[in-house]
Each structure stands twice: as C-alpha cells, then as structure tokens.
C-alpha cells in the first residue's frame, strides 16, 4: 500500500465525485430529493461511515431550508445511488446550484399567473414551478450614494438562505456515496402515498 497525502486525499473524493456525478433524464421532483437528504442524514447520523459531521448539518440545513440539490431521474447501475449521492455531494461543496420549487418571482395578476404550489410530501401531483437554480448573488452591491439610495431601483428578488459550503476531506466523498438513500426515500414516499389512498 502507497500512503496518500491529504491534499491527493481530497483531490481524489473531489474526482470521485465529479466522476459519478454524470446523470441523464429529467430533474426528480423536489418531495423525492428531499427524502433521499432525510434518509442519508438519519443513516450519518447512526454512525459509522467517518464523514465529518458538516456534512450532516449541511444536509439539515437543506431540508429546514427547502433547498436541494439537482438530481437526474437515471445513473448508474450499481449497488447504492451513486449519482444522486455525487450530485448531492457536489452541491454539498459549492460545485453544483441550490434548487428550489419556489418561483423566481411572485406570480400575481401583473404576470398573468397562478400562485404555484410547493409539493408538501402528502402525495399526489404537484403545481410547482419548475426548479429554480440558487446561488448567492455575486454582482450585486449596496448603494453608496444618497442619489442611489432615494432613485427607483429594481430590486432583485430575494435569495433564500442556502447551506454553508462544507470543505471536502479525504474519505467523506465515499462516505456520502455509499448508500441507496434515494432508492430508501422513494419507496418511503410510495408507501405514505398508498396509506394516503
């Protein structure tokens, strides 16, 4: 056996990810996304798989924030969620955007719109917008000036809260991958959907 530095380390979980990230198909619904992030906190938080325990708060945070990741319907054949896990992963470290089901403007009577619905996890079919990509705004500054300040401005409409990016060290990207949560999350929400008829 050959020792590994820590910088390789973490480069290697970083290509890990990268590498098993390469999904295809539709963007899963929100409700499916969020019970993979629930089904692989609670596994984190048995124990056992030495991920740092950022990653478990990222993971909270996501689901108190209503954020997630981008995850593709189809990956890779294999004996957990590979994809899903290195698509969450990759978010999880600032790689990949935030998603939500909210709007990115508020629909009302100007825009000729319905008010869009956010799945709460009861089943059945959801109005939601599409996903909307998140990432803190990296053009936008304060006015300096007292005619900025008493001018009409347009104001962007406002980010949600988004988890801190967690730092990836050697051994948490296979830690993170090694699970079926997606596969757990789903047939979770199909047996709450069959109670529910």
């Given at each position: 056996?050959?020792?590994?530095?820590?910088?390789?380390?973490?480069?290697?979980?970083?290509?890990?990810?990268?590498?098993?990230?390469?999904?295809?198909?539709?963007?899963?619904?929100?409700?499916?996304?969020?019970?993979?992030?629930?089904?692989?906190?609670?596994?984190?938080?048995?124990?056992?798989?030495?991920?740092?325990?950022?990653?478990?708060?990222?993971?909270?945070?996501?689901?108190?924030?209503?954020?997630?990741?981008?995850?593709?319907?189809?990956?890779?054949?294999?004996?957990?969620?590979?994809?899903?896990?290195?698509?969450?992963?990759?978010?999880?470290?600032?790689?990949?955007?935030?998603?939500?089901?909210?709007?990115?403007?508020?629909?009302?009577?100007?825009?000729?719109?319905?008010?869009?619905?956010?799945?709460?996890?009861?089943?059945?079919?959801?109005?939601?917008?599409?996903?909307?990509?998140?990432?803190?705004?990296?053009?936008?500054?304060?006015?300096?000036?007292?005619?900025?300040?008493?001018?009409?401005?347009?104001?962007?409409?406002?980010?949600?809260?988004?988890?801190?990016?967690?730092?990836l060290r050697p051994g948490d990207a296979l830690a993170l991958l090694s699970s079926n949560a997606l596969t757990l999350g789903q047939a979770a929400l199909g047996c709450h959907d069959l109670d529910v008829l």
């Amino acid at each position: 056996s050959v020792p590994v530095e820590d910088p390789e380390g973490t480069g290697h979980g970083l290509r890990l990810l990268r590498s098993h990230a390469g999904g295809a198909g539709a963007e899963l619904p929100a409700r499916h996304v969020r019970a993979m992030l629930a089904v692989r906190a609670n596994q984190l938080l048995a124990g056992g798989s030495g991920i740092q325990p950022a990653f478990v708060t990222a993971l909270a945070e996501a689901l108190r924030l209503g954020v997630h990741p981008a995850v593709n319907e189809y990956g890779g054949l294999g004996t957990g969620d590979l994809t899903a896990l290195a698509q969450t992963g990759l978010t999880l470290i600032g790689e990949r955007p935030w998603r939500t089901s909210a709007p990115a403007s508020a629909p009302g009577p100007a825009s000729g719109t319905a008010p869009a619905t956010v799945p709460d996890g009861a089943g059945g079919p959801s109005t939601s917008a599409p996903p909307t990509d998140l990432a803190p705004p990296t053009d936008l500054a304060p006015a300096t000036t007292a005619a900025a300040a008493t001018s009409p401005a347009v104001v962007a409409p406002a980010l949600p809260e988004l988890p801190a990016p967690v730092v990836l060290r050697p051994g948490d990207a296979l830690a993170l991958l090694s699970s079926n949560a997606l596969t757990l999350g789903q047939a979770a929400l199909g047996c709450h959907d069959l109670d529910v008829l």
